[in-house]
């Protein structure tokens, strides 16, 4: 079956954060994890176990690979995760999907908001 | 110690997974617990382990397989190689179980097993009487190599060491006779010795060739050699006026008496043999033909608890036919010493001694015929004569030693030497004692009897060389 993006959806919510993390920029984990800190703004924190265990099925699915070493003097465990285009692909269907259910949330917030007399 | 703890969790975790990211999260780790308290990243690692085992096991990367080069020929089945992978923790453990119950239950199939297979090494578990007497063993075949050791197989010299032991111990008897032809003349034929008669006359019979040498025959002819033990003090030499017929007493009688039994001359009794002669055997043989049948063989525990006169559930060297001063001593290592010389004398006595402790305990009694069933070389199902003789010349060291060696401790001292007793063989003593020391060692006797008594120089001595050597001292000693 081809792998369309639609067949990855929807993303848990820490794929969704880790491949949001990775879309900037290459990180490595731990940059994966403070990146979701801030864009959570401290409420939603990634143990490296849930972390690593999520990049390894992203990295199975093809969401995501393993990018070069920045830097020569960088630490040696230090691995750099890379979003490809299907991962890419898939993040766009995954806010995309995210803005309907948010527009889908505010039609049904309006609509079950009390009426004035 | 929180950072070893996380480390384990890392180690548990799948092979797969820790190859992987272990590192990143240690790094992780040690970066994150700098900062905030460790706990929660106990609680993460310990999740992802149970994370990894329980659901992530579709990520475990399958054996790749060769390529199926055997397909492209006809008819040749097609092998696969898998990469060089370590199997799972769970096969591992699983394999380790699987291993340890085929081990169990091929243990205790041998343990419990009945007789066993007919190519089965027939293996006959022998001792020196002494540990340093190794050269004995080069008597136990031609051409055999000294081997110092506690087991080895023993083959006879040749086949004609069956029945020489009957040669043996009538030439001993005619020889210890004053007058043999009257022995001839007036032995009965051979018959069952009773209980009565049974007990000690091994032990006479090995001494009486060393010890007994002026006993005088007793004036009625029991069949074969009927020992009487004496457990005095060693007596003088008996007077030469202690003349056949006369009735010894317990001041002049030897360590053990013996008394003559059928001659070999009488033509209706068979020889007595070995197996009639070892009371332990010669109880086993229950039709008193000199052969321990199959039945016999099976029916062996039960007779060996009959031995068990003190009731203690096992056989004491004095229970399985030894008799004579040494077993009757007080000091236990002694007697220890002593028992385990003679029960590993006699092959038969060796087998069903199986630990070589001197005893024959409950279980070695429960499993006597299988030891038993050991000594059967031609595994024709039964035992004859020469499957159970012991080595020539070891026993004839025995036979020399044993009186001797008050202390049982395979040496004979200055003291020792100075026994009465010792004067018979002082040749043979002081052609053994090459050191010059007063001491003579079970080595150094073995050394010279084998220079004496193997005639044709072969490295091997025969019962009948044996006879040969022995009967000399035997005659010049009356």
């Known amino acids: 079956m081809k792998n369309l993006p639609d067949n990855f959806l929807p993303l848990s919510p820490a794929a969704l954060h880790i491949l949001l993390a990775l879309a900037g920029e290459d990180l490595h984990g731990y940059g994966i994890m403070q990146q979701v800190v801030r864009q959570s703004e401290g409420k939603y924190k990634l143990g490296p176990g849930t972390l690593y265990d999520n990049l390894q099925r992203l990295t199975t699915q093809g969401l995501v690979k393993e990018g070069a070493r920045r830097v020569e003097d960088d630490d040696p465990r230090r691995r750099y995760y890379r979003l490809n285009s299907l991962g890419r692909a898939v993040l766009t269907a995954e806010i995309a999907r995210l803005e309907r259910v948010v527009q889908e949330a505010r039609l049904h917030l309006q609509t079950a908001s009390p009426r004035r007399a | 110690m929180v950072r070893f703890l996380y480390v ?75 990469e060089p992978e370590l199997p799972r923790p ?11 119950a085929v081990f169990a239950a091929i243990s205790f199939a041998i343990s419990h097993g009945g007789k066993p297979h007919p190519f089965t090494a027939s293996i006959v578990y022998y001792s020196t009487p002494m540990p340093d007497n190794a050269a004995l063993f080069a008597s136990l075949s031609k051409g055999s190599q000294p081997v110092r050791g506690r087991v080895m197989e023993i083959r006879p010299g040749d086949r004609e060491s069956a029945g020489l032991w009957s040669k043996f111990v009538a030439t001993v008897t005619v020889a210890l006779s004053s007058k043999p032809e009257e022995a001839a003349t007036t032995t009965p034929p051979a018959a069952k010795p009773s209980e009565g008669e049974q007990k000690g006359m091994w032990s006479t019979l090995m001494s009486k060739v060393v ?85 016999e063989i099976a029916q062996s ?18 229970e399985s036919g030894a008799q004579g001063e040494a077993f009757t001593r007080k000091k236990r290592a002694a007697l220890l010493r002593a028992s385990r010389a003679f029960m590993h004398l006699h092959p038969a006595l060796a087998a069903l001694d199986a630990d070589h402790n001197g005893t024959i305990s409950a279980q070695e009694i429960r499993k006597a015929p299988a030891a038993l069933a050991e000594l ?69 006797l073995t050394n010279a009897l084998r220079d004496r008594a193997d005639s044709n120089r072969s490295g091997v001595v025969t019962w009948e060389e044996l006879r040969r050597s022995m009967a000399p001292i035997v005659a010049r000693s009356r």
């Open chain 2, 8 to 82: 384990c969790l890392l180690r548990l975790h799948p092979r797969w997974f820790r190859e992987r990211y272990a590192d990143e999260m240690l790094w992780i780790f040690d970066e994150e617990s700098r900062r905030r308290n460790a706990g929660p990243l106990l609680a993460d690692a310990a999740a992802s382990l149970v994370r990894q085992w329980a659901f992530r096991s579709d990520f475990q990367p399958e054996p790749v397989a060769a390529p199926a080069a055997g397909r492209t020929l006809d008819g040749i089945p097609v092998f696969y190689t898998s």
């Open chain 2, 90 to 100: 769970s096969a591992l453990i699983n394999g380790v179980i699987a291993s340890v």
């Open chain 2, 211 to 295: 010890v007994a040498l002026g006993g005088k025959p007793a004036t009625s002819s029991p069949p074969a050699i009927q020992l009487q033990p004496q457990p005095t003090v060693f007596p003088p030499a008996p007077a030469p006026a202690a003349a056949a017929g006369t009735k010894t007493s317990a001041a002049d009688t030897p360590f053990f008496s013996l008394t003559t039994g059928s001659s070999p001359e009488a033509e209706d009794a068979r020889p007595a043999s070995y197996i009639d002669l070892l009371p332990l055997l010669s109880a086993l043989d229950s039709d008193s033909d000199g052969v321990l049948s199959a039945a």
């Open chain 2, 301 to 318: 525990s039960l007779v060996l608890n009959a031995l068990d006169k003190n009731h203690d559930g096992r056989l004491s060297a004095e």
């Open chain 2, 376 to 444: 059967d070389r031609n595994y024709d199902g039964k035992l004859t004569e020469d499957e159970v003789l012991p080595d020539p010349l070891s026993y004839g060291v025995w036979l020399i030693l044993s009186p001797l060696d008050r202390n049982a401790d395979g040496r004979l001292s200055r003291a020792e030497r100075a026994n009465p007793l010792a004067v018979r063989w002082s040749d043979l003593l002081d052609a053994a004692d090459v050191n010059k020391d007063r001491v003579v060692t079970t080595l150094e």
